[in-house]
């Protein structure tokens, strides 16, 4: 079975400040990790994946398989970065959700 | 086109009604997806269709009855839906089917809002 662990369900940073947002695994296959992003009455997008290992929005994200982690990161945070993130997993011809954690940056 | 369409946008039925919901892509994706999701929960796996055939029922109370007649449409017939039943009901397409591993991105619909009175 597979299952992702977003421990915060909210995290709460000021504006410039660094964002780190954990996100860890269990499977026993061989996974994908994503992470979607849902802005505020927005659809689900797609932020990143491991696989292409880019930085989307200044989001970087690094899998760790000896710590079955993917957490999210950015060195400044920024006010338009409020939302709901889901990082989730593909493994088979599922993709798996973690219970999100809402961002909030202030001002 | 980059979008999956999602009608109607809100919903609301009684138990004892038929009512379907409707999901539409011009992608080429051959693999799509019905997702519930809850208030302040996340997305739900509740049916795979690959290449148009189902793939993976998740258990789905047979109330709950998907179609998909074409590689663009992908329909979700409901019926003797209970109050539980409410939530955002997504759909989501990827150009191949997950398991193939080609282009695994999944784009989603903006969602059926549905309530069950």
């Known amino acids: 079975a597979q299952r992702v662990t977003q421990p915060e369900k909210l995290l709460s940073v000021f504006k410039g400040a660094p964002v780190e947002l954990k996100c860890n695994y269990s499977?026993?296959?061989?996974?994908?990790l994503f992470w979607y992003v849902q802005y505020s009455r927005q659809r689900l997008q797609l932020l990143l994946r491991?696989?292409s290992r880019e930085s989307i929005k200044g989001f970087t994200a690094d899998l760790n398989k000896g710590e079955t982690s993917f957490h999210l990161k950015k060195p400044f945070a920024q006010e338009e970065d409020s939302a709901m993130y889901y990082c989730?997993?593909?493994?088979?011809?599922?993709?798996?959700f973690g219970a999100g954690t809402i961002l909030r940056v202030k001002s | 086109d980059t979008e999956v369409t999602q009608t109607p946008k809100h919903l609301v039925m009684g138990m004892t009604n038929k009512k379907s919901l409707k999901c539409e892509q011009h992608?080429?994706?051959?693999?799509m997806y019905w997702y519930k999701q809850k208030a302040k929960k996340p997305p739900e796996l509740m049916f795979v269709y690959s290449y148009e055939k189902l793939s993976i029922n998740e258990s789905v109370p047979s109330r709950f009855s998907p179609e998909c007649p074409n590689s663009s449409l992908l329909n979700l017939h409901l019926h003797a839906l209970q109050p539980e039943d409410s939530a955002l009901y997504l759909c989501?397409?990827?150009?191949?089917?997950?398991?193939?591993?080609?282009?695994?991105?999944?784009?989603f619909g903006q969602g059926t809002r549905l309530t069950v009175v």
């Open positions: 989730a997993l593909r493994g088979g011809n599922k993709l798996v």
């Open positions: 989501a397409s990827s150009q191949t089917p997950w398991s193939r591993g080609s282009d695994t991105e999944a784009f």
């Open positions: 992608m080429g994706h051959r693999a």
């Open positions: 491991h696989i």
């Open positions: 499977y026993s296959g061989s996974p994908e």
